[in-house]
């Protein structure tokens, strides 16, 4: 393999990047507004049930190279960060 | 809204889950494949400059909702998976 080649994996991995980022903020849209939903209905934000069952989706759907430790360290990461914008919001929102 | 409704979002964010866990794995491959060009080429795996690169990028092309820290910290993250891999790899390949 040359150096074009590690140009060429180079521009695929910053295209990945590019399309994390925007599916990392579609799931923090998608977060928002079932916080909303939550909400009106009065239903606790964290349902650490559901949480556990979309971990258990992202395990069987696993297909690696990554292992299912990994996968659920990170997949933690987003939701918290889901979460956390919820949380922003509803502080906004209590403060207008 | 309803609970359809609130149904709905769900299964939206699951489709969003099952699409992240797809990139993030094909983002660990192409990495594996650039710690291989690099092995060979004898050049360190651990790339500070690109890293920034890359961070500068995902933060240029940021539509929200998320915020830049946040999503440098969920990156942040993800690099450091991939580079996990790649010595994982190394440490395979010394054993054999």
Redesign the interface.
Known sequence: ?SNN??EL??E???D??????H????????????G???E??GINRYDPV?ERK?LD??ED??????DPA??K???K??FK?GL??QEENQKKALLV
Do not use: C, T, W
Not at 23 to 34: D, F, G, S
Not at 61 to 66: F, R, S
């Open positions: 393999m080649d590690l994996l180079r695929k991995l910053d990945v990047n590019l399309e994390l980022l599916l990392i903020n579609k799931r923090a849209e998608l977060v928002q507004q079932i909303q939903v939550k009106k209905q559901r979309m989706s992202i759907h696993n297909q690696g190279p990554l990994s996968l360290h990170i997949f990461e987003i960060m956390g914008l």
